[in-house]
């Protein structure tokens, strides 16, 4: 059974601050993905990894950063946070060459 | 880019009733359509998904239409049970199948 795991279910973080989000999976794939989740705007993707230390830009980038040392670990990171990144964040693994996603718990964030 | 919109954005049925769920998409190229259920608090899981090269697939009490050439896709509950009660995401992605792009999502309340 797949199990992506998010180091944190709630975060309260001041704006300004660095925050790193983590996500580890642990089956063993390749592709990583960061979302946000605003209700009423679904899932948007934010940054996307094909495999360790390879990261792609996904539809909005702004603000944010990642990183992939390992393979089964994915970091997002907010460089300067803001309230407007006040938000559900949800991770995503997936299989190279197959098309499920699977989710992490999610961690939402509330930036004062 | 791909652009997928998602209707109603709540729906409300009573218990043994039918659901539809619609979503409509922009590009084309996009060729697999999956659709995900995310109960309250928890992750959003895979429940159902379509490839470009075929109309209808059903599991269950569930099933998904595609219309290729009017790039839309539906998703039908029949015999609707409380414990579907949830948010629904309908999605596409492209041939390369890196990135999805979700609809905004439907929350769906079965009434009892």
């Known amino acids: 059974d797949v199990k992506v795991t998010q180091s944190s279910r709630y975060l309260v973080k001041r704006t300004g601050e660095k925050v790193f989000l983590e996500c580890v999976q642990d089956?063993?794939?390749?592709?990583m993905f960061w979302y946000r989740q605003d209700p009423g705007l679904g899932l948007r993707l934010i940054y996307f990894?094909?495999?360790?230390?390879?990261?792609e830009k996904g539809d909005i980038p702004e603000g944010y950063s990642v990183s992939r040392e390992k393979k089964e670990r994915f970091s997002l990171i907010l460089e300067s946070a803001s309230t407007n990144q006040t938000s559900m964040y949800l991770c995503?693994?997936?299989?190279?060459?197959?098309?499920?996603?699977?989710f992490g718990p999610g961690t939402r964030l509330l930036v004062l | 880019g791909e652009n997928v919109e998602q209707h109603p954005s709540t729906l409300s049925v009573q218990e043994g009733d039918s659901a539809v769920i619609k979503c409509t998409y922009s590009?084309?190229?996009?060729?697999?359509f999956p659709w995900y259920k995310q109960e309250l608090g928890k992750r959003p899981q895979l429940i159902i998904d379509?490839?470009?090269?075929?109309g209808e697939k059903k599991d269950q009490r569930i099933a998904v239409t595609l219309n290729k050439t009017a790039k839309h896709f539906s998703l039908h509950i029949t015999e609707t049970q409380p414990e579907d009660s949830a948010v629904y995401f309908c999605?596409?992605?492209?041939?390369?199948?890196?990135?999805?792009?979700f609809g905004a999502g439907t929350i769906l309340r079965v009434k009892s």
């Open positions: 999605a596409a992605s492209n041939l390369r199948g890196n990135k999805l792009v």
């Open positions: 089956m063993d794939h390749e592709n």
């Open positions: 990894s094909y495999d360790v230390k390879m990261k």
């Open positions: 379509i490839r470009s090269n075929v």
């Open positions: 995503a693994s997936r299989l190279q060459g197959m098309e499920t996603q699977y």
């Open positions: 590009d084309s190229a996009s060729n697999y």
